[in-house]
């Protein structure tokens, strides 16, 4: 079974210019798992997971106990939403991602989402277009419908 | 070829490596160590067992049991519980903040690895920085060059005394008697001449300095249970380092017992307590033991001793002109080498050299009160030496790191700014209370 086949092609995707607000926006309102960067010609540049942008807002720094002092945390995420506002799309994103093709098989797609600890993978096609994202839900998904054949997995 | 040859050409590739980076740095000693036994310049018998020329088994029990107090410790979350307080102190004046995490910080890694002291107080410096919306890497320098500074106050604090300890047998009692005045010293000196640099540059509003205050710490404690057993038991491995030279104990004997204890009444796993031991550092330790009693055994630090023994002069009744160049020679040395395989080299030179000029190589001669000055020099100078590169220390390689990681990266000149002068200070200061204290009012 070809990942064409169960990937989602209803994607984010953003200019490399596109502004950390807007991006924000975008990549909240998603139905995929991360937001693509993509060249005029819709060719793949890099990737932005949820992650990404979240750490530009809540230090790294931070573990459970320290973020129990802070009075107000919604005010420390709105401070570095301002202090990174300037930043773009191209500057948040993780360029190169691993990507897998519309030809590859289910297993080729899940043993790189292991080997990477990803939750989805960009798909491209031979000339380096973005053409859709397979996630692990995806594979479950058909794991259940067309391989267990369980009911209302669709 | 001559096992001298040998030895040195181990020497000097596992140093060439080590410097160089380009591998790290404990595979660079055990490699080392291992041609040294391969090329049976030392026997695994001599490695393993002797006293003047094997691993120094006093450095690396004490080192691997003072981790795994540190990793019981820091569980309970003392360690920012502390450093919120002392931010509430400063009643969230930057500069007063600043102050106080630099005697904490030096206050923690005279009894604490400063490389941990360093770690566990960083979040908590990038969390109050980041509300008062200033700049932390100055907070981070400074916190880090006063980590290497507390840490030579004690014969635990620093690596390097712990080494210098065990070779000349010396007590936790003597570092704090000739070690721990300077420091302070040093410390006010440091401090006073940090509120000209940053006294007036470091204001904030009031607003700001109103979120420190309004930091919460009821729930930073998430053991007070065992936060009371380590505090008890903490206590008491003190008591003991104070009184090992009474009691006849070395100082490991007295780390390990206090290790043992936590372990014990902590209730955890000891696998979680020994898996964040920091393996690759203690196994560098005993590269480095190796590979320098190769070079012993083969008379290669006995003729660098000769050198050294020419060169100064000293004799059994002066010492002064060795003392006062080792201090700048160790810390020139220390703040482009690691002063861990420094200090393992100069130890048993010294040995030779006060075998040379007080005949024996016993503790009447190590302990010898022209000798003693002798020690304190290389401490001061390896352990502040340090501060003056990003590279000079562990510590100071760890808080770059972390830095770069919050999004603030230290270059390395901009680390030197901070840390030359601050070298110059504390190695002057050192240089001046060595001469007075030992060869001026003996």
């Given at each position: ?9 209803s ?9 950390f607000?807007?991006?924000l926006?975008?990549h ?5 798992r ?21 750490g ?66 960009p ?32 | ?13 596992s ?66 519980y ?25 206050l923690?890694?005279a ?6 002291t ?37 014969l ?39 509120k ?7 204001t ?21 249970v ?66 320098i ?7 290669l ?34 703040a ?7 200090v ?60 770069a990681?919050?999004?603030k ?33 003996p």
């Amino acid at each position: 079974m070809h990942i064409a086949q169960m990937m989602n092609t209803s994607l984010s995707r953003v200019a490399p210019d596109q502004n950390f607000c807007t991006l924000l926006t975008e990549h909240a309102d998603a139905d995929t798992r991360h937001t693509y960067v993509v060249d005029e010609h819709g060719r793949l540049l890099g990737v932005i997971t949820s992650q990404d942008l979240m750490g530009r807002m809540v230090p790294s720094y931070l573990d459970p106990q320290l973020a129990s002092s802070l009075a107000d945390g919604a005010e420390l995420i709105l401070r570095r939403f301002r202090d990174n506002a300037r930043l773009s799309a191209a500057d948040l994103m993780q360029p190169k991602p691993v990507a897998v093709h519309p030809e590859d098989t289910l297993i080729e797609a899940n043993v790189r989402l292991h080997e990477g600890r990803l939750s989805a993978l960009p798909v491209v096609d031979a000339h380096g277009i973005l053409v859709g994202e397979i996630s692990r839900r995806d594979i479950l998904r058909h794991i259940a419908r067309d391989i267990c054949g369980l009911p209302g997995a669709a | 070829m001559s096992m001298f040859w040998i030895a040195t050409g181990i020497f000097l590739l596992s140093y060439a490596a080590i410097v160089s980076e380009r591998i790290h740095k404990t595979k660079a000693a055990l490699a080392g160590a291992a041609l040294t036994l391969l090329f049976k310049v030392l026997t695994q018998e001599d490695a393993l067992h002797n006293v003047d020329l094997g691993v120094d088994w006093n450095v690396v029990l004490l080192l691997i049991s003072m981790m795994i107090m540190v990793n019981i410790m820091s569980r309970t979350g003392v360690f920012p519980y502390v450093a919120i307080q002392a931010a509430k102190l400063g009643r969230g004046d930057p500069f007063a903040i600043m102050s106080i995490f630099a005697v904490i910080t030096a206050l923690a890694s005279a009894l604490l690895d400063n490389v941990t002291t360093v770690l566990l107080l960083a979040p908590v410096t990038l969390l109050v920085a980041d509300e008062l919306e200033i700049d932390p890497v100055p907070f981070l320098i400074t916190e880090v060059l006063a980590a290497n500074i507390g840490g030579t106050a004690t014969l635990i604090g620093d690596p390097p005394n712990i080494m210098i300890a065990s070779k000349a047998g010396l007590s936790f009692m003597d570092f704090l008697v000739h070690i721990a005045p300077v420091i302070v010293i040093i410390m006010i000196a440091w401090l006073g001449v940090w509120k000209l640099v940053f006294g007036r540059r470091l204001t904030v509003r009031a607003d700001l300095k109103a979120r420190i205050m309004a930091l919460n710490v009821a729930e930073l404690i998430t053991d007070p249970v065992l936060l009371w057993k380590c505090g008890l038991i903490l206590g008491a491995t003190l008591l003991g380092f104070v009184l090992h030279g009474f009691l006849g104990y070395q100082p490991a004997t007295v780390a390990l017992a206090g290790a043992a204890a936590l372990l014990l009444v902590s209730g955890d796993d000891p696998a979680h307590a020994l898996r964040e031991v920091e393996w690759p550092t203690v196994f560098f330790f005993i590269g480095l033991f190796i590979i320098i009693g190769g070079t012993v055994k083969a008379g290669l630090i006995s003729s660098l001793s000769q050198q050294v023994l020419s060169l100064t002069a000293p004799t059994a009744d002066n010492t002064q002109v060795l003392s006062l160049t080792l201090v700048w020679f160790a810390g020139a040395a220390s703040a482009v080498v690691d002063n861990i395989p420094f200090v393992a080299t100069m130890n048993p030179m010294l040995v030779e050299l006060a075998g040379k000029v007080f005949g024996s190589t016993g503790p009447e001669a190590l302990q010898h009160h022209n000798m003693l000055p002798v020690w304190w020099a290389l401490s001061l100078g390896a352990c502040l030496g340090g501060n003056a590169t990003a590279i000079g220390a562990s510590a100071n390689v760890i808080v770059v790191g972390l830095a770069a990681r919050a999004g603030k990266p230290i270059s390395f000149f901009r680390f030197m700014k901070y840390g030359v002068p601050v070298t110059l200070l504390t190695l002057g200061i050192s240089t001046g209370y060595i001469y007075l204290r030992y060869y001026f009012w003996p």
